[in-house]
């Protein structure tokens, strides 16, 4: 069973940091890209980043770009958001996400990933 478990979600005051993990089990993690989406209330969930199976290459939304970084551990089953300079405009329910799809224009599309972790709340306060 594939299970996906984000963690290090929280409170932050604007202009603070957060990392994000996301530790994959049940599957062969290496095979996948792994995405990082978001969704704030009443909105879509969105893209944020996502990273190929080799963390060669990365995909980010212009929103974040410059200020997330994402990054994987395959030795450790685990993939990674680093946040820094959070706005408000940051808070949301962050998901991390797997695909088995090879094309990077599949990364910002969430229809294209399988598995699904539950979410991890991130508030940024003003």
């Known amino acids: 069973q594939v299970q996906l478990v984000e963690s290090g979600g929280g409170l932050v005051q604007a202009g603070g940091s957060l990392r994000l993990s996301c530790a994959a089990s049940?599957?062969?993690?290496?095979?996948?890209?792994m995405g990082w989406f978001r969704q704030a209330p009443g909105k879509e969930r969105e893209f944020v980043a996502a990273?190929?199976?080799?963390?060669?290459?990365?995909s980010y939304a212009d929103s974040v770009k410059g200020r997330f970084t994402i990054s994987r551990d395959n030795a450790k089953n685990t993939v990674y958001l680093q946040m820094n300079n959070l706005s408000p405009e940051d808070t949301a329910v962050y998901y991390c996400a797997a695909t088995r799809s090879a094309y990077y224009s599949d990364y910002t599309e969430k229809n294209r990933y399988s598995y699904w972790g539950q979410g991890t709340q991130v508030t940024v306060s003003s």
């Open positions: 990273i190929s199976w080799s963390g060669l290459r990365t």
């Open positions: 049940g599957l062969t993690f290496s095979n996948y890209a």
